[in-house]
């Protein structure tokens, strides 16, 4: 993913087809190590490709992927799907005590 992502910077920085000494220099210059190997794999699948054209062959790959959340619609016992809203018991937030916040629970101060 590093050498991707490296790479799609490198093409947003207006350089459409970087070389792999150019992918090199942008991970090392926020101390990414690169495997060769690796790194030439990616070259390879991205030669002779527009980075608009993978960015959308990628989008329809993306479209099965999992991104969670459906917890919340299945509890709710289909009112996403168009049934009437359930009935959400509000919650009154304990007032505090004082003033100011107590520290007691970490045992310490960000002052001290």
Same mark, same amino acid.
Request: aromatic share 0%; glycine share 10%.
């Given at each position: 993913m590093r050498y991707v992502a490296a790479y799609l910077l490198a093409a947003l920085g207006g350089n459409a087809s970087p070389s792999a000494d150019e992918i090199k220099t942008i991970l090392s210059s926020v101390g990414?190590?690169?495997d060769d190997e690796k790194l030439a794999f990616v070259m390879a699948q991205l030669a002779g490709k527009s980075i608009d054209e993978v960015v959308a062959s990628g989008l329809g790959k993306l479209a099965s992927v999992p991104s969670g959340g459906g917890g919340a619609a299945a509890k709710s016992g289909g009112a996403a799907a168009g049934d009437? +809203?359930?009935e959400v018991e509000e919650e009154k937030e304990p007032e +505090?005590?004082?003033?100011?916040e107590s520290d007691d629970d970490m045992g310490f101060s960000l002052f001290d």
């Open positions: 990414v190590g690169v009437a +809203p359930a +505090p005590d004082s003033d100011e």
